[in-house]
């Protein structure tokens, strides 16, 4: 079945410092990659997406582009600051019609960055 | 936009005890999502609902568990008999376009 894998945590960085989390994923056909957040206290949002290959999604100064020969969509970000301590999931969806609508998240990768 | 909410935010229960949980999506959003998420896993999908109908269950959904939208807006959750295994975080989303699923702050069950 589908399953996405992420770097186990925590990750500890001081601020300013340059990210990256590592997601790659296994699933038949052309599915469509998330990255998710959870800061503490709150719900899962929705961070950035990319629904083809070579895709790159961005947002708030984080980047992953969607590569399909390696079946990756890695989390980076050029400077992270204590605000972005948080647990962030990589996730996978089918194409509509593939299957399921349901997304398969990996374990989640907890992020501390250190002032 | 008031967001996707969830009631009770904690349930306490004892084993074999019934249990039921709301959904609340945002109020356009034809899709709906249930996923439960245990300490240190990711979420995993249980059902999903578009408008009325149930059209998938994940086999993690035993005969215990069921859910229903009746009228197309609001969505419960009911589990029954509750085993200790239960305990969980249990999360709602919702969406309009496949690809932005919108979730709800989740109910936490302990079941003892």
């Known amino acids: 079945g589908d399953s996405v894998t992420q770097m186990e945590g925590p990750v500890t960085l001081s601020e300013e410092a340059f990210l990256t989390i590592n997601c790659t994923y296994t699933?038949?056909?052309?599915?469509?990659l998330f990255w998710y957040v959870q800061y503490p206290g709150e719900g899962l949002q929705l961070l950035l997406k990319a629904t083809k290959a070579d895709d790159k999604g961005s947002n708030k100064g984080f980047e992953a582009t969607y590569r399909k020969e390696t079946t990756s969509f890695h989390l980076e970000k050029g400077s992270v600051q204590v605000s972005d301590s948080a647990v962030y999931f990589c996730?996978?969806?089918?194409?509509?019609?593939?299957?399921?609508?349901?997304?398969?998240f990996g374990k989640g990768t907890h992020l501390i960055i250190q002032p | 936009d008031t967001g996707v909410s969830q009631n009770p935010r904690h349930k306490i229960t004892k084993r074999g005890q019934n249990v039921t949980f709301r959904c609340d999506p945002i109020s356009e959003h034809n899709r709906l999502y249930w996923y439960r998420q245990t300490l240190g896993q990711g979420p995993e999908f249980l059902t999903y609902?578009?408008?009325?109908?149930?059209?998938?269950k994940s086999r993690l959904l035993s005969d215990r568990f069921s859910a229903e939208r009746p009228k197309g807006s609001f969505s419960t959750l009911e589990i029954q008999r509750t085993e200790q295994g239960d305990s969980a975080m249990y999360l709602c989303?919702?969406?309009?376009?496949?690809?932005?699923?919108?979730f709800g702050p989740g109910t936490r069950l302990t079941v003892t």
């Open positions: 699933a038949t056909g052309y599915p469509s």
């Open positions: 609902f578009q408008n009325e109908a149930q059209l998938e």
């Open positions: 989303a919702s969406s309009l376009e496949v690809h932005e699923q919108y």
């Open positions: 996730a996978l969806l089918k194409r509509p019609g593939g299957g399921a609508d349901g997304l398969t």
